[in-house]
């Protein structure tokens, strides 16, 4: 498959759960990121990976964990979760430091914490 | 932190009328200004940019305009199509690439 991609594209997890999401970018990008999309706040910038390291965590709560093991995985490791966590979750790509920032999304995956 | 105003959050226009949303940045060293569509269940895909070092640019249907004193641009759609109904995200970005979205406008067309 070409783009980027998501894994799952939907889950219903409860608080005590722990889940992981998984985006894999097939562009040859080298930076990755993951942003929230809620109805309150569309589109919020979580964390930004460049050439495998974090470069950003935009004071995102430790339940949330990422993960770069290299520049065409990104994970979001899960853990004690609240219902107000319940959003969509995008993972997106670049080529950072090129003349072109275009960022390409996944198709995200929907999350509900019960 | 950089903060990026978007206005309106809803605009509904007949088929064939023009459509204009506009966006506001705070940081003077943003270079680059992305116009995302998001379709609805779908991710958001570019469909315009321009960067710092110029006014205006156009494709088709869209334009895009830069006030870099202001520090505000605004996307132009023209004969709008129900096929434009859309979620629209402005961004800035400045040399780290990180992008800084606007909070949307969910743009309908009535046919």
């Known amino acids: 498959e070409t783009g980027v991609t998501q894994t799952p594209r939907h889950l219903v997890m409860g608080m005590t759960n722990k889940k992981s999401l998984k985006c894999e970018q097939h562009l040859g990008h080298n930076a990755m990121y993951w942003y929230k999309q809620s109805a309150k706040k569309p589109l919020e910038l979580m964390f930004v990976?460049?050439?495998?390291?974090?470069?950003e965590n935009n004071s995102v709560p430790s339940r949330f964990s990422p993960e770069c093991p290299n520049s065409s995985h990104l994970f979001l490791h899960l853990h004690t979760l609240q219902p107000e966590d319940s959003a969509l979750y995008l993972c997106?790509?670049?080529?950072?430091?090129?003349?072109?920032?275009?960022?390409?999304f996944g198709p995200g995956t929907r999350l509900t914490v019960l | 932190g950089e903060n990026v105003e978007q206005h309106p959050s809803t605009l509904s226009v007949q088929e064939g009328d023009s459509a204009v949303i506009k966006c506001t940045y705070s940081?003077?060293?943003?270079?680059?200004f992305p116009w995302y569509k998001q379709e609805l269940g779908k991710r958001p895909q570019l469909i315009i940019d321009i960067r710092s070092n110029v006014g205006e640019k156009k494709d088709q249907r869209i334009a895009v305009t830069l006030n870099k004193t202001a520090k505000h641009f605004s996307l132009h759609i023209t004969e709008t199509q129900p096929e434009d109904s859309a979620v629209y995200f402005c961004a800035a970005s400045s040399a780290t690439d990180k992008l800084i979205f606007g909070t949307g406008t969910r743009l309908q067309v009535f046919p």
């Open positions: 940081d003077s060293a943003s270079n680059y």
């Open positions: 997106a790509s670049s080529q950072a430091g090129s003349s072109n920032n275009e960022q390409f």
């Open positions: 990976y460049n050439f495998k390291e974090q470069t």
